[in-house]
C-alpha cells in the first residue's frame, strides 16, 4: 500500500473497472464514479484491499453540475490526487452524411467536455500533489482510441471526439508539465468490452485488445518519473494493417 491516490471514471465496467483492480493491486486509494451507484459498490465489494479506501460517487459527466459534484468529493475524501484516470466515454456508429448532430454533441460532451472540466477542478489538487513528488509528479491518463487516431468509416463523430482528447491531452502536458501534471492519452483499436459488442460478429471478442492490457498500460505510466513525457500509445491488432480500430 502507498499513499499515492487516483480517481477513475468509467469504473463501473469494462476497461475502466480493470484499471480499478490493477491500481488497487498497485496500493492505490481512489475515488471510483460512473452513472449508477449500485455497480460502484459492486465492483468495490469484489476487491480485496489492503487497507486502501474507495471512495464511489455516481456521477453523469454530461451534466456540469455533476462533474463539479465529483471534483468536490474527491476533495472532501482525499488531500491528492496522483492518477486522474478518465475511462467514460460514449460512442456510436453511423454514415457522416446523416449522422444525427445531437449524437455528435452527446459524445463531445462527455467525451471531451467533461474532461476538461474536471481537470480543470481538479489542477490546484494536482499542482500540489505534484510538489510531493518531486520524482513521479501527477498523471492524466486519457482513454482515447485508434478512431482519434486515424478516421475510419462510419466512426467520424466518435472519432472527433478522441481525437480532440488527445490534442488535450498534449496542452495539458505542455501547460502542466513543468508543475509535473503530464497526461498520457491511450488509443486502443477494439478492445473486449460491452462497447464493442456491436461489431463482435464481424471481429471476435478472442482477438480484441484485452482490459487487462490497458491497465497494464496505466500501470506502467504510475511508475514513470516526471522526466519522461508519454503524449499517446496507440495499441493495434495482429493484421495487415496497423492503422485501423
Ligand atoms: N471497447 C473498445 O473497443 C474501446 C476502444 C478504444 C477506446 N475505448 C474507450 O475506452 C473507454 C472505456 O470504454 P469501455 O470499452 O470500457 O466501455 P464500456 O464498457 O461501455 O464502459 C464505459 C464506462 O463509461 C461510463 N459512462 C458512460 N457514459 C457516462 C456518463 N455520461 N457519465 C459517466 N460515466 C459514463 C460507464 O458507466 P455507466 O454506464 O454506469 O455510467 C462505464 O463505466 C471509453 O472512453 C471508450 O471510448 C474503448
Not at 31 to 43: F, G, I, K, P
Not at 71 to 99: E, I, K, N, P, Q
Request: glycine share 6%.
Amino acid at each position: 500500500v502507498t499513499d499515492r491516490v487516483a480517481l477513475v471514471t468509467g469504473a463501473s465496467r469494462g476497461i475502466g473497472r480493470e484499471i480499478v483492480y490493477q491500481l488497487i493491486r498497485d496500493g492505490f486509494s481512489m475515488t471510483v464514479s460512473s452513472r449508477n451507484q449500485s455497480d460502484l459498490e459492486n465492483v468495490a465489494e469484489s476487491i480485496r484491499v489492503e487497507g486502501q479506501r474507495i471512495a464511489r460517487m455516481a456521477a453523469d459527466l454530461s451534466a456540469e453540475e455533476d462533474v463539479s459534484a465529483l471534483a468536490d468529493f474527491h476533495l472532501r475524501h482525499f488531500d491528492r490526487l496522483d492518477m486522474l484516470v478518465l475511462c467514460a466515454g460514449v460512442g456510436s456508429a453511423g454514415s457522416l452524411d446523416t449522422y444525427p448532430i445531437r449524437k455528435f454533441d452527446k459524445q463531445y460532451v462527455v467525451n471531451v467536455r467533461s474532461v476538461l472540466l474536471l481537470i480543470q477542478r481538479l489542477l490546484p489538487l494536482m499542482r500540489s500533489t505534484a510538489e510531493l513528488e518531486p520524482d513521479l509528479g501527477v498523471r492524466v491518463v486519457a482513454l482515447s482510441s485508434m478512431a482519434g487516431v486515424i478516421a475510419e468509416s462510419d466512426l467520424s463523430a466518435y472519432g472527433a471526439s478522441k481525437a480532440a482528447l488527445i490534442s488535450l491531452c498534449q496542452s495539458i502536458s505542455v501547460e502542466e508539465g513543468l508543475h509535473g501534471v503530464l497526461a498520457t492519452a491511450i488509443s486502443p483499436g477494439y478492445v473486449d468490452t460491452d462497447m464493442s459488442n456491436w461489431i463482435k460478429d464481424r471481429i471476435g471478442a478472442a482477438s480484441m485488445i484485452r482490459p487487462s492490457d490497458i491497465a497494464t498500460l496505466v500501470s506502467a505510466i504510475s511508475r514513470l518519473s516526471r522526466n519522461a513525457v508519454v503524449p499517446n500509445i496507440v495499441v493495434t491488432r495482429p493484421g495487415e494493417s496497423l492503422w485501423r480500430a
